[in-house]
């Protein structure tokens, strides 16, 4: 993956939630944020996933941790995903201009026009401490979501 790297300050976005609500990253400073890309609403892993991060979302809550999943949906999709499968947290469109905010962080991927599985774990003051990297096809880890934020906050 390449494009935004550990150390380095978080690109800043605006984008929409699945309300139609704007999320601002750089407002969210002060805590920690979990950014998880992802590549299309209602397919099997990404559902899988999301899942997994709904039912723990608790933890990350009790970290003082924001977390944030990103996709080139549309905000009408997502919202219809959420709803469905109520998610805790904020599913935000990068649907115009198209994957703007996944290329930014390096994991926009323009032959399918989609993001690629790529988490960022950006501290209080706004710098990404972890990035990972998976491929398509397979679930990430929110266990190391987990102990990595843990890491983060006991060593800030």
Known sequence: MTGTTEGATAPDFTLSDQYG???????????????????????????????DLSARHTEFTDLGATVLAVSVDSVFALRTWSDRESFPFA??????????????????????????????LID????????????VSEPR??????RRLRSLTENP
Do not use: I, M, N
């Not at 209080?124 to 491929?135: C, E, M, S, Y």
């Open 21 to 51: 609500q704007d999320t601002t990253l750089s407002k969210l400073r002060g805590s920690p944020v979990l950014l998880v890309f992802y590549p299309l609403a209602f397919s099997g892993v990404c559902s899988g996933e999301l899942a």
């Open 124 to 135: 209080a003051a706004g710098r990404v401490r972890w990035t990972v990297a998976t491929p």
């Open 141 to 146: 880890d929110t266990g190391e979501y987990l």
């Open 91 to 120: 599913l935000l469109s990068d649907f115009w201009p198209h994957g703007a905010v996944a290329d930014a962080y390096g994991v926009f991927d323009s032959r399918r026009g989609t993001a690629r599985r790529g988490t960022f």
